[in-house]
């Protein structure tokens, strides 16, 4: 009878063991994949800019502000909105033989012009559309400019992903010389290029040229 109860108390140790061992197996995994996994699945993007001025007559040029974006994360997401903002500043003259260029001081301000896409004019755009993993997209933004003499102008993009339209998600900005090195290039000809092999085309938007 002894036996019997010590077996019984002993298949019970072992059938409790195995439980316990499962639940601490699993806490390790889940643990495990809230430390590595995780981090790994939100979204990650790369967005780049490079401003060009292209002459277009004696007293203006076109500014064409390129911007490049890519899905480099594991995560799929949808653009929903895009702002843009152009700040005019003059160049720093405290007589020293450098000074610093504050941009973040510059971005404090009020801008010159911006826009944010989709608004009651425009509800579709370049860059608002869904990126897979290894998606990139490419526009360039234009505007054309009188020629003024030491005259700076600060380009910016905000991209926005559903879900936290009010909330910027990534941006980029390039900033330059008015109307400086100027090229004869036609601006038009890289408008609205995806990478090669991995086009993404946002639906039912125009040329923005402002």
Not at 91 to 102: C, F, M, R
Request: with cysteine; proline share 6%; charged share 25%.
């Amino acid at each position: 009878m002894d036996m019997d109860r010590l077996a019984r108390y002993t298949d019970i140790a072992k059938n409790l063991a195995q439980i316990l061992a499962l639940i601490v197996a699993a806490v390790w995994t889940y643990l495990l994949f809230i430390r590595t996994e995780v981090p790994s699945l939100e979204f990650r993007a790369n967005t780049s800019s490079s401003l060009e001025w292209h002459d277009l007559d004696s007293n203006r040029c076109i500014a064409s502000f390129r911007v490049d974006h890519e899905n480099t994360g594991r995560s799929s997401y949808d653009v929903a909105a895009y702002r843009w903002r152009v700040w005019e500043y003059a160049a720093p003259d405290s007589g020293k033989k450098i000074d610093y260029i504050d941009l973040q001081a510059i971005q404090d301000q009020a801008p010159l012009m911006e826009r944010v896409v989709p608004d009651e004019e425009r509800k579709a755009g370049p860059f608002i559309t869904h990126y897979p993993p290894g998606t990139a997209f490419g526009h360039n933004f234009e505007w054309v400019v009188e020629k003024q003499p030491h005259r700076f102008l600060f380009f910016r993009l905000d991209l926005a992903v559903d879900g936290i339209k009010n909330k910027e998600s990534w941006h980029t900005g390039s900033w330059g010389v008015a109307c400086k090195d100027l090229t004869n290039k036609n601006p038009a000809q890289s408008n609205t290029v995806p990478f090669p092999g991995q086009a993404v085309q946002p639906p039912g938007y125009k040329r923005d040229r402002r």
